[in-house]
């Protein structure tokens, strides 16, 4: 990288760095420092009438306050931050006063990784703390961090751009306060769920993400091609069909957290890659299931929360069990006044038109239905609460319901006016799941691009007989929003899908040389903000000149100063 795509602080870092080399220190050291305490522990372990303790930390510089031949520094490691005190007679007890004076005060910037051994002690200010015996260089940062300052509460300053959060998820996480703790309540949700799953015998599998037929769901794939096999693949948008293979070759139960792909839209509440647990047991159904369902959440919210309350925006959600149940047509019916019931394709369009509900000819029953219920009824459930029994177009996959064979016994669970979970009592009648299979294959041809392919091995599968089987997804991301309290799922995602970063125009150097500009002064003038031969053409030349001989000076490029006529000859060049 050139010095003159770097920044003041990027060049001042680097010379730091080599200043730290000539002097013997290791910037990037290979050997193990260890550790033997942490921030957060020490604060709460200590105890003024305790003998010293000694401790060994590291972390990340975040402030210091020099103060001639002692310092505080503020160190943030994985749990938190915690104050150091640091003296140069106890950093250095003999006679060489580098480590303190040179490196400490000089080369060390905030964001360097030190390491420190020393003992804790309470200042006069009431603040525990550690007084450092030996510092050690662990790395040197080369960025500089955002610099957030908090007064009174108050923050400045602060790091809070949701562009810039996400893109750089690092620097999110290192400076503002709470971003970690949505990950670390993350890791908790999916512990507590695999926990409960495993104290009850059930078995966590892996299955494919590269899938020759992409089923199990109603959505749009990524698709791909594998060379060597000469086929299309696409990225998985379910694991259903791959667990009931599972249950047909004899397990009980089995679960798996399933990275998925949609190839769809992006908002607060979608990603294009997105986890969901999956669970399939045998011998169920999906009454059982709506129970296993909110005493597994309600378990899941104490084990992360300590209470099964939460809030989220303006409203308070409670999680303890049971939730309220509610049939999808009785919903439709309660929140629009008409009961779909028995309708066909031609009626449902006319209570689409009469609803102002957008469709089009590409649109079955079910999605007439699904949109009717999207628009008018979803977002009107904040509380849990389970929607039972949907129509059969809406559910390839479900089993006809056993009292009414126009419905399946299927529930989805609505919070917060989002879909959270959706289950069914499995369809294992091979010949019923083939004909909806079939079906699919109809509104795929009529233009419906989340219909679903058949897939002759999953129905191979069944004929050789699946018990009675209850099966549950739940959308893992979206149940992390809720427990931290989050608006939109970028925040419960490490690393969200972002468009591409954009990057500033700038000519080839080709572009400068053909206009009488020597090669070795095009990235000065483009340091100089001239980063197209266009923006050159409203340059002053006495100024731009000034500009190029102040940064060959500056920089120590140890070039020879362009003559007034030359700069001027570039600049006429650049308007012709």
Known sequence: MSILELSEQEIFRRKSLEEMRQLGIDPYPAALYETNAYSVEIKESFK????????????????????????FVDLQDSEGRIQLYITRDDLCPDENKDLYNVVFKKLLDIGDFIGITGYVFRTQMGEISVHAESLTVLSKSLRPLPVVKVKDGVTYDGFTDPEMRYRQRYVDLIVNEGVKDIFLKRTKVFNSMRNLFNEKGYIEVDTPVLQSIPGGASARP?????????????????????????????????????????????????????????????????????????QMIEKVCLDVLGTTEVQVGDNLINFKAPYKRVTMIDSIKDHTGIDINGMNESQLREVCKQLGVDQDETMGK????????????????IQPTFITDYPIEMSPLCKRHRTNPELTERFELMVNGKELANAYSELNDPIDQRNRFEEQLQLSAKGDDEAMFIDQDFLR??????????????????????????????????????????????????????????????????KAGYLTVEDLTEANPNKLRQELCEMNKKHKLELANPKDEEVQAWVNNAKK
């Open 48 to 71: 003024d009438d305790a003998e010293r303790r000694q401790v060994a930390i590291a972390g990340r510089i975040m402030s210091r306050r020099i103060a001639g031949k002692a310092a």
């Open 461 to 526: 599968a069944l004929e050789y007989g699946m018990p009675p089987t209850s099966g549950m997804g739940i959308g893992m991301d979206r149940l992390v929003m809720l427990l931290t309290g989050q608006t939109t799922i970028q925040e419960v995602l490490l690393f969200p899908q972002m468009r591409p970063e954009k990057v500033v125009k700038r000519d080839s150097i080709s572009k400068y040389t053909e206009i009488g500009i020597p090669e070795e002064w095009v990235s000065v003038i483009q």
């Open 222 to 294: 990524f698709i791909t091609h594998h060379n060597a096999l000469n086929i299309p693949l696409y990225l998985r948008i379910a694991n259903e069909l791959y667990l009931k293979r599972m249950i047909v070759g004899g397990f009980d139960g089995v679960y798996e957290f399933s990275r998925n792909f949609r190839n769809e839209g992006m908002d607060r509440t979608h990603n294009p890659e997105f986890t969901v647990m999956e669970i399939y047991v045998a011998y169920k159904d999906y009454i059982w299931m709506m129970e296993f369902t909110e």
């Open 366 to 381: 079910g999605k007439l239905i699904d949109e009717i219920f999207g628009e008018k009824c979803e977002g009107k459930y």
